[in-house]
Nanobody, 123 residues
Framework: QVQLVESGGGLVQAGGSLRLSCAAS??????????LAWYRQAPGKEREVVAS???????KYADSVKGRFTISRDNAEKMLYLQMNSLKPEDTGVYYC???????????????WGQGTQVTVSS
């Protein structure tokens, strides 16, 4: 399994920005083949997908973050990023990066997860 380590979380006021990073411990060929995603889990809620970027580079966003968040990957550095702008209190939660190469019925399946990084947005 790929080891993933997130960083960049913190406390920010509403309207502010944060950039999350996720470092993968694998070789570049394996990293390039992986689909990647950011998930988040708010207190008392289920984990939800925020954004994903396929190995092809195709990106997809949850409706709640479209126009505010940008997911990107650097295959050479084996890094995943999430630029979060215009943050809202409802963006508060633990953010996890995930990776995987499988698809089931067309949907990406993520087998490796990071430990998470806390993002808190104050009003």
């Amino acid at each position: 399994q790929v080891q993933l380590v997130e960083s960049g979380g913190g406390l920010v006021q509403a309207g502010g920005s944060l950039r999350l990073s996720c470092a993968a411990s694998t070789n570049g060929i394996i990293f390039r083949a992986n689909n990647l995603a950011w998930y988040r889990q708010a207190p008392g809620k289920e984990r939800e997908v925020v954004a994903s970027v396929a190995s092809s580079g195709f990106t997809k966003y949850a409706d709640s973050v479209k126009g505010r968040f940008t997911i990107s990957r650097d295959n050479a550095e084996k890094m995943l990023y999430l630029q979060m702008n215009s943050l809202k209190p409802e963006d508060t939660g633990v953010y996890y990066c995930a990776c995987g190469i499988r698809r089931v019925a067309g949907d990406m399946v993520f087998d490796s997860w990071g430990q998470g990084t806390q993002v808190t947005v104050s009003s």
